[in-house]
């Protein structure tokens, strides 16, 4: 197709200015984390690594750091069983019901989170359970197991089921061709479904929000609950910042697991 | 061996267990609550059914309005995210270079997981609109204006968080665009332009079917982007979580039931569209 010089070069614009967009406001966040002034003002008043050298002393900060990663850890180990199950028995079996089961699959990040949130914290609350860790857990491990599943199965349709046939004429059981055949090729993909469900569940905060009882404070909740406090804000800047640094660079693994460029599936 | 079913119902049980009963239980056990009363004494729901709290969502003129407004925030933040990602989808996999091809799509998916809080707060210090005594944020100090804190913050900061939910289809439907084809196209007189929406669009609409159902979903329930950057701005989300809190759990389980029914009706539309085959 024949695109005038024209057209490329304002394709291109757009392009990096959308890029340009994207960052601009991270590294914003990034460079007033050391403002001196405790406002979101621009420019910087004047450049200190204060709030950097004190907010490990910050205990609601501290506390709510380590709500998130036991939570998102909880969360991804049962995402990753139960969703890793749902994509083996989808993609290799035709049963009553397949299709509706597939769509449900994907309802949980399909309608609002708010929706999920307050559906949740009503059977909760009706069932006579207390909201608490093991209520944020169970929401959280909802969406989780759908970012699991669409990795693992994505993975799983690219596998010739030629593959499992030429194992089991070979003489191996279903346990062997498991371990032996299926297993190395989904891994990566069940690795990065694993760091997508931490990822996001570290980043909840609607569903955490409405499941959570009066004790918890994950690290969402904590910015949420600060942004507006001017002595606790340069702290969010700080918190925002560590957030990034540690998610980016995981998140960019996670993509070269789940899609690596030149492996051959089979 | 071990029979297959054996295999199956193994496999099945613990993720339909949650789906099926934890999930779709507690969306059910919601659109029933909605029609019981409250016992205004101790805030708690009864289980005497009513129509109240349905005839309150459906006829107040102010609850009509509210969820018209969100309605029409999410379809502004779904034209921003289209209108951008299609060009950018566009030159990376038809225009880019080979070897920029790659980064430039990471480079685009990777604010997702900067964190939703994060970004929404980013986009607080870029609109910060200042007070009379002249501190600013990031856009009024740069370019002597912001939108400040309102409706259109709003839609901009949904547009900024959830713009690589859209970007993602579009790319895939494009790098799914056989080249012969355009070639064909070419070759049998059209421009392209004419290309373009004869040839390419009818076969992406099923990519941005796709795309625009995150997009729109997310942002119509959103509250905590607007609490962050809409200023005085109420949206559904908002007011679901301010009855739940009152606490009155059956209105606000009445209130949900617009972005439930919203969101039936668009996965529908969309699924006449071809959506769920790129999802």
Redesign the interface.
């Known amino acids: ?4 010089k024209r ?2 070069i304002s ?2 614009a ?2 990096y200015g ?2 340009v ?6 590294i ?2 990034f460079i ?1 984390s050391f403002n001196t002034a405790n ?5 910087p008043r004047g450049f200190s690594t204060r709030w950097w050298s004190t907010f490990l002393e910050v205990e609601s900060a501290r506390d709510a750091l380590s709500s998130s990663t036991r939570l998102a850890l909880i969360a991804m180990v049962i995402a990753v ?3 890793s ?2 994509s ?2 989808l993609q ?2 035709e ?1 009553f019901g397949k299709n509706s ?1 597939s ?14 949130g ?6 909760f ?2 069932f006579g359970l207390d909201l608490g860790f093991i209520s944020v857990i ?1 929401g959280h ?2 969406f989780c ?1 759908v970012v699991v ?2 990795n693992v199965v994505a993975r799983l349709r690219r596998i010739s089921p030629n593959l499992r046939e030429a194992s ?1 004429d070979l003489g191996a ?2 346990l062997q061709t498991f371990r032996f055949v299926t297993w190395p090729l989904v891994r990566s993909s069940v690795f990065a479904g694993a760091i997508l469900a931490f ?1 996001l569940s ?5 569903v955490t ?2 499941t959570a009882g009066a004790g918890i404070q994950t690290l ?1 909740q904590w ?2 609950n600060n ?1 507006s406090r001017p002595n606790v804000l340069p702290y ?2 700080v918190v ?1 910042t560590i ?2 640094v540690i ?2 660079p ?3 693994l996670a ?1 070269r697991l789940a899609d690596p ?1 030149n492996d051959k599936l089979v | 061996m071990a029979h297959p079913r054996f295999g199956l119902g193994t496999l099945l049980s613990g993720p339909v267990l949650w789906l099926l009963v934890v999930y779709v239980g507690s969306l059910a056990l919601l659109v029933v609550s909605a029609f019981f009363g409250l016992d205004e004494f101790t805030g708690k729901a009864t289980t005497q059914l009513t129509l109240g709290n349905l005839n309150e969502v459906i006829t107040e003129n102010a609850y009509r309005m509210l969820v018209l407004r969100s309605i029409g925030v999410a379809t502004a933040a779904t034209a921003i995210c289209f209108a951008l990602a299609l060009p950018v989808g566009f030159y990376i996999s038809k225009l880019a270079q080979p070897w920029a091809k790659r980064g430039l799509v990471v480079a685009m998916l990777l604010p997702l997981w900067a964190g939703y809080l994060v970004k929404a707060f980013a986009l607080r210090a870029v609109f910060e609109p200042g007070s009379d005594f002249g501190a600013g944020g990031f856009l009024k100090n740069t370019i002597g204006w912001s939108p400040g804190f309102g409706y259109l913050s709003v839609i901009i900061t949904l547009a900024y968080l959830w713009f690589p939910y859209m970007f993602l289809p579009i790319y895939s439907g494009f790098e799914r665009l056989p080249e012969s084809l355009l070639d064909a196209s070419s070759d049998l007189g059209a421009g392209s332009i004419r290309t373009f929406f004869s040839v390419m669009m009818p076969m992406l609409v099923p990519s941005i079917a796709a795309g625009s159902i995150f997009t729109f979903s997310l942002s119509l329930g959103d509250y905590i982007t607007v609490k962050i950057v809409g200023g005085k701005s109420q949206m559904i989300g908002n007011i679901i979580e301010r009855t739940l809190l009152a606490p009155n759990q059956p209105l606000a389980a009445a209130f949900t039931l617009w972005p439930i029914s919203i969101m039936v009706v668009y996965l529908f539309v969309m699924a006449r569209l071809g959506a769920f085959k790129n999802l």
């Not at chain 1, 197709?1 to 005038?4: L, P, T």
């Not at chain 1, 769509?103 to 999920?116: D, E, K, Q, R, S």
């Not at chain 1, 307050?118 to 059977?123: D, E, G, K, P, Y």
Request: charged share 5%.
């Open positions: 197709m024949q695109i005038s057209s490329q394709l291109r757009t392009t959308v890029l967009m994207l960052y601009t406001p991270l914003l966040i007033l406002s979101l003002t621009w420019p069983v139960l969703g199950m749902l083996f028995a290799r079996f049963f089961l769509f449900l699959a994907v309802l949980p990040i399909a309608l609002p989170g708010i929706v999920t307050v559906a949740l914290r009503n059977t609350v009706r169970a491990t909802t197991i599943h669409n089991s059981n279903s990822a570290f980043d909840e905060v609607v929000t409405f969402p910015i949420l942004f969010v800047t925002a957030v990034m998610s980016l995981i998140a960019w993509q460029p």
